[in-house]
């Protein structure tokens, strides 16, 4: 009895949890909500959808025209608008997005050079079947199928003659550079081509060395050229060279002359043509040129110099000069000497031979007439006691035996930097076998 008395007790607390009203409400909310998504999946109404600028896909590969070697000229980014239709909450899920519409050309029957209206087809990737494309605008595109041609062309310069110089400046030349170009295209255009034109414009005087650009213009048969380009085109430049007149304070390097002497004011020179200035023509372009305010000509070795009051010399060329590429190839000089400053001395000096083998070798004992220039005012100071005749010792090693001469160097004291020797010497010599 008592356990038929708790079963009942259990039912009926059961009985009371359904017949309780919040449940039976919650459970009727959700059964309704079920139906009612159902019902919206299956019977919302469909509509349409516009994806504007859908990117139409391009690529020739294993299509008829890309392997017929042929590429698109001209316009080669198409866009289009394309409307998809569906159910209205798969149409506009956040997640179709138009990176799931791809647009396409039908290229079957390109295959010949040309220019074609094609016909766009749009298909849907990753979609659901129940979405459909309705339509793609425009439906048709224009494009330009052609073989790309190369073509090597000498390009003709026009508008070089057209120009004005700046005061004191020439043209030195104008080259174009590089003077050929190479041409790709279409083939149906190449075809046309009569010749590729440099055009240069000079809008104000020329006045320096520049890298004047150019514009090209193709030049064809009764055909308008749009699509043709030429490969580095960026690189083409017409290379105008160009010199200034400029005058230089002219300057001779003297060799040879004892530091001592002040020969800007023992010595004063002349370029026998020129003058003691140069007007020369120089590249605008080297600083160093445009910078500087003398040239030395040429050297001149004070120790082959007859000193008389005035003479005239011929320099030789100094070819370490920046202006080398821009001077004459030699230039005479007049030199005045300011023999007020100088005395001339001629002497007898001892030789003095102290080398390996010395006993092979019998000297003169003294060089006669050894002409010395002295500064004026310190030939007092001039120990001729210790000046002597050294011969040359590499010299000595190629005499044979015998009566010979050889050439000596006069030596001055050590510390004489006030004199220099005039011309050269050589004395007596018997070499013993």
Known sequence: MADKELIAGRKKEKNDIFSSKPVIFLISLFFSLAIWCVVSMYETPETDRVFQDVKVQMNLTDTVPGLLDMTVFGTNEFYCDVTVNGKSYLVNDTSFTSDKIIVKPKLEDIRTPGIYEVELTAQLINASAELSVVSVEPKYITVYFDTAVEKEFDLILVGADDYTVAENCVIDSMTLRPSTVLAVGPSLEMNYIREIRANVSFSEPISSTTQHPVTLEFVADGKTINYTTVKEQENLYLDVQVSIEKTYEAKVDFVNAPEGLDLENLISCSLVD?????????????????????????????????????????????????????????????????TDMLVEQSISVPVVY?????????????VENVIIICDAEKVLSLDLAKIYAQPNDLLLNKLESGEQTVDVLIVLPGDCDYAWVAGKYSTAVTVSE
């Open 274 to 338: 020129y003058g003691k200035t140069l007007t020369l023509y120089v590249p605008t372009e080297s600083e160093s040129l445009m910078a500087a305010d003398s040239i030395t000509v040429g050297r001149i070795d004070m120790s082959a110099i007859a000193f008389s009051s005035r003479q005239t010399v011929t320099a030789e060329r100094y070819n370490r000069s920046i202006f080398y590429d821009v001077l004459p190839e030699s230039f005479e000089v007049s030199l005045t000497l300011n």
């Open 354 to 366: 102290n080398g390996e083998n010395s006993q092979m070798y019998t000297f003169a004992e003294t």
